[in-house]
């Protein structure tokens, strides 16, 4: 049974759209203040992000609080009808505060402490900063709480890197005695004994240093736990006053994607909504379809970090992001399709970076709605207003989800130790890459996809897919075979079950504890340089219709078929005959193992067979044209499918029989349907049970 959830905030049941403002840039300028309400209502804006970077306006000296500035705002924003998304300040801080207390400097890990600059870079232990952003979270959640802007808290802004101060030192072996209790579990854990490394004292244990401990493999992992230990305790202690004081307002803070500093797994169950800033390099060296595919699969992480509940677009750009190598502009329809990209996958909203460009400093020339000319007579403008009519079109969306059958596994943790080990070859890791490779042909198809940690509950699924589960965590593997057993289908990959929790090797032949699910024993793995191949070679009659030869590059693992039965072989080096894919079957279900790292024509064959045997659901019955997808959101009641054409040409897709609303025309639509370049189009029918 799919359940439609309530919007982020009852006031608004509508998708927000807006962005970041920052009138304390212009408070010199009223004109401009005035103008930007009458911009923001032409535009379709019902929400801005206000404060994020405000506290030296708010705060001008210690204990001196200057809040009519903002009050000013909040109540023109509420005259017009408009939404605030009221930021904690702490993403950057006042020089007076740096100046007087200078352990709020973070420590990199070369142990030099920064000076004043920049933003994102306080201690997040020291406890003069933990008070100070108390007070003035406090202070705002006081002064706002019946105010009738205020709709959600944005929590600073994207929390990110690491302190090495000796505060965070202290706080580090403190996490780490509650861990491991004894320093001998510690070092036991971190296999220490090597080089000579064991300590013995806790007053010993440092953070990782680039001049002093790098090579201990579980210290690294153990210290990339703590760091979002401790930025998710600061973030806790953030929410507080606000949860005390406005217990009704919800909690949100900007994530980055796929940020690796931070396991956003761990982050997730603290805030009510997540939300997250999205800036794929549209147009560039990959094909947008690829890309298109890969920024699919992190809005899919979104959605399924609250198991499914809507999440924000906290912010994207309305044109060119001005951080990126070539700072391209977005092509005709690309700011529609992005923007009805993050809804069709469950963003109860479009928000940019930013609102209006500011006049000077770092991001002048970054993406606005407002550009320097001060006019609405731009193309990005135009683009804007564009989407904020068609969201306009879409309050029945708000709230609405899916629940796939198929789940890719994504886990921050595997992502760290893959990156640390030793081994393989240095550049091709790529565990993002092959996870996004394997999800890409359920997109094509239009099949819809979670994205879960391996933490997740499997038991919904038909299909659970883990690349490269280099790390199996306690309990993992169980959870895995009992799903195989019940009847799921489980798709594994080569460079699995390697490594426990601590990133010990697991004994008695890999891929360890998945190795009866498996039915294969991996007893070597072969690098490959950049240009080599192997081919993989399906045996006649393999059961899955694999016909012809595909190419292997980067990784092959050579393997052992033990109840496994082979589906394919290798077909060249001295592995040639050696099985490459095999199929296992265990209780009611089957698992698969795929030994190298295999061309997309592969990908394509493989899941495609999967998908008719298990009788996936696809959004829509057509063969959707290569770069174009079909993605889902429903109430239960009606579905709402996002066609999305990532090409830059036209393509058409036949819908058969089936009877839709266009959901921006309100026209009747079936048969064949044009989408232009970069094309999108909403449809809704009554649920398809
Ligand atoms: C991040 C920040 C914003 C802005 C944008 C620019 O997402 O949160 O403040 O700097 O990048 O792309
Ligand atoms: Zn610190």
């Known amino acids: 049974m799919t359940k439609r959830y309530p919007p982020i905030n009852p006031k608004c049941p509508h998708f927000l759209h807006g962005g970041d403002y920052n009138p304390e840039q212009w408070l010199r300028s009223p004109e401009v203040l005035k103008d930007d309400l009458r911009l923001m209502k032409l535009a379709h804006c019902n929400t801005v992000s206000v404060g994020i970077f405000s506290w030296v306006a708010l705060e001008p000296e210690e204990g001196r609080f200057n809040f009519d500035w903002l009050d000013r705002v909040l109540d023109n924003l509420a005259k017009d009808g408009m939404f605030a998304v009221l930021a904690t300040p702490s993403g950057a801080r006042p020089a007076w505060m740096s100046q007087k207390y200078p352990e709020i400097l973070r ?172 800036y794929p390099t549209w147009h560039g060296q990959e094909e947008d379809w690829r890309l298109g595919s890969s920024v699919s699969f992190i809005h899919d992480i979104y959605r399924c970090l609250k198991g499914g509940k809507p999440f924000l677009l906290m912010e994207s750009t309305p044109s060119i992001t001005n951080w990126q190598e070539v700072c391209k502009l977005k092509r005709p329809n690309m700011h529609r399709l992005s923007s009805l990209q993050a809804v069709a996958h469950g963003a109860d909203t479009v928000q940019y970076f930013q609102w209006r460009k500011s006049r000077g400093s770092f991001e002048k020339f970054h993406g606005a709605v407002v550009d320097h000319v001060g006019h609405e007579h731009t193309r990005t403008f135009h683009d804007v207003a564009e989407v904020g009519e068609i969201l306009e079109k879409l309050d029945a969306v708000v709230g609405a989800t899916i629940r796939p059958e198929v789940a890719v596994i994504y886990d921050w943790e595997n992502e760290w130790v893959i990156g640390d080990l030793q081994g393989l070859s240095r550049k091709r890791r790529d565990y993002g890459g092959t996870c996004v490779a394997q999800y890409r042909p359920f997109w094509s198809r239009g099949v819809p996809v979670d994205v879960i940690n391996m933490d997740g509950d499997f038991a919904g699924y038909k299909l659970l897919v883990a690349p490269m589960l280099y790390m199996v965590r306690p309990g993992v593997a169980e959870r895995m075979e009992r799903f195989v057993k019940r009847g799921g289908v489980f798709v594994a990959t080569y460079w699995s079950g390697i490594v426990n929790e601590s990133d010990l090797c697991f004994h008695g032949g890999f891929p360890g504890p998945l190795r009866k699910t498996l039915g294969i024993w991996s007893e070597e793995i072969d690098a490959l340089h950049e240009g080599q191949t192997n081919v993989v070679v399906p045996v006649a009659k393999n059961g899955l219709g694999l016909t012809g030869r595909y190419q292997a590059r980067d990784l092959c693992d050579l393997i052992h078929a033990e109840t496994a039965e082979v589906l394919a072989k290798y077909g060249a080096d001295f592995y040639k005959g050696r099985p490459a894919l095999t199929v296992n079957t265990l209780g009611k279900g089957q698992a698969y193992y795929i030994a190298s790292r295999n061309d997309d024509r592969f990908h394509d064959d493989f899941y495609g067979a999967l998908v008719r045997q298990l009788e996936l659901k696809r959004v829509l019955n057509a063969n959707l044209p290569k770069g174009v997808t079909a993605q889902m959101r429903t109430d239960g009641e009606h579905d709402f499918v996002f066609l999305l054409n990532f090409q830059p040409a036209t393509r058409k897709v036949n819908l058969s029989r089936e009877a839709f609303t266009d959901m921006t025309s309100g026209q009747n639509v079936k048969g064949n349907v044009t989408l232009p370049a970069y094309g999108s189009l909403i449809l809704c029918r009554p649920h398809a049970a």
Request: hydrophobic letters at 35%; glycine letters at 4%; one cysteine or more.
């Open 107 to 278: 420590m990199n890990a070369d142990r030099v402490r920064i000076l004043h600059g920049a933003r994102h870079n306080h201690c997040y232990t020291s406890p003069v900063y933990r008070e100070k952003t108390a007070l003035i979270n406090h202070k705002l959640a006081e002064r706002y709480k019946d105010h009738p802007a205020l709709l959600l808290w944005h929590l600073s802004n994207e929390y990110g890197g690491e302190c090495h101060c000796p505060l965070c030192q202290d706080a580090f072996r403190a996490w780490l005695k509650q861990r491991y209790t004894s320093l001998d579990a510690l070092n036991q854990a971190w296999w220490t004994a090597f080089w000579s490394h064991t300590y013995t004292d806790w007053s010993q244990v440092e953070s990782p240093a680039p001049h002093g401990e790098w090579a201990v493999h579980g210290l690294n992992l153990d210290w990339k736990r703590f760091v979002t230990h401790q930025t998710t305790d600061f973030m806790k202690h953030e929410i507080a006053p606000l949860r005390e004081i406005t217990p009704n307002v919800p909690v949100t803070t900007n994530m980055m994607g796929t940020y690796a500093g931070l396991d956003y797994w761990k982050v997730a169950p603290e805030l009510d909504v997540v939300s997250w800033d999205s």
